[in-house]
Antibody
Framework: QVQLQESGPGLVKPSGTLSLTCAVS?????????WSWIRQTPGKGLEWIGE???????HYNPSLKSRVTISADKSKNHFSLNLSSVTAADTAVYYC??????????WGQGALVTVSS | EIVLTQSPGTLSLSPGERATLSCRAS???????VAWYQQKPGQAPRLLMY???SRASGIPDRFSGSGSGTDFTLTISRLEPEDFAVYYC???????????FGQGTKLQIK
């Protein structure tokens, strides 16, 4: 059973960079799956941020693409999210997840990140 | 960009009743690219259905999905107390890869 766990600062200052890491257990990020970051806000609901393959290939949501970087560390079996130039609108619960073929089949428990000075 | 609209926003039913949740896409989509999720308070979403009508592992058979084109439905045949939650539909887009979610339907106890 694949398990995912997000970690990182729960508070980020405006204009700063939000950084989160997702530790994967019970499976390897070096398999054929893609791995995603998804966030959830009361206002916009669930929003897919982007995905990464262990080969290093990435795809990003066009609405966030200019500010997002997703990377992976196969040796540590984790992948990471960096979101730059954050504002209060980036306050959300951030989930890391494993993609199935065309859906998301495993989710982390979520990490609340608040953008505030 | 394809938009998914779920209805109703809130559905109030009693245990034992049948629930029908709708998800409408702004343009015709490939049905095998539609999924449904259940989310309870304080928890991550859980995959219920993929390919519009295939149940994910461990999902009881009272859950079923159907639809094609622009209209998709999640049906819960007989509501159990643990089914009261928020339900989301999701669409996969392949060019470029993209996951789009509906705004959710809250299923609450009447």
């Amino acid at each position: 059973q694949v398990q995912l766990q997000e970690s990182g600062p729960g508070l980020v200052k405006p204009s700063g960079t939000l950084s989160l890491t997702c530790a994967v257990s019970g499976g390897s990020i070096s398999n054929s799956n893609w791995w995603s970051w998804i966030r959830q806000t009361p206002g916009k609901g669930l929003e897919w941020i982007g995905e990464i393959h262990h080969s290093g290939s990435t795809h990003y949501n066009p609405s966030l693409k200019s500010r997002v970087t997703i990377s992976a560390d196969k040796s540590k079996n984790h992948f990471s999210l960096n979101l730059s130039s954050v504002t209060a609108a980036d306050t959300a619960v951030y989930y890391c997840a494993r993609n199935g073929r065309v859906s998301v089949d495993y989710w982390g428990q979520g990490a609340l990140v608040t953008v505030s000075s | 960009e394809i938009v998914l609209t779920q209805s109703p926003g809130t559905l109030s039913l009693s245990p034992g009743e049948r629930a029908t949740l709708s998800c409408r896409a702004s343009q015709s989509v490939i049905s095998s690219y539609v999924a449904w999720y259940q989310q309870k308070p304080g928890q991550a979403p859980r995959l219920l259905m993929y390919d519009a009508s295939s149940r994910a592992s461990g999902i009881p058979d009272r859950f079923s999905g159907s639809g094609s084109g622009t209209d998709f439905t999640l049906t819960i045949s007989r509501l159990e107390p643990e089914d009261f939650a928020v339900y989301y539909c999701q669409l996969y887009g392949s060019s470029p890869p993209m996951y789009t979610f509906g705004q959710g339907t809250k299923l609450q106890i009447k």
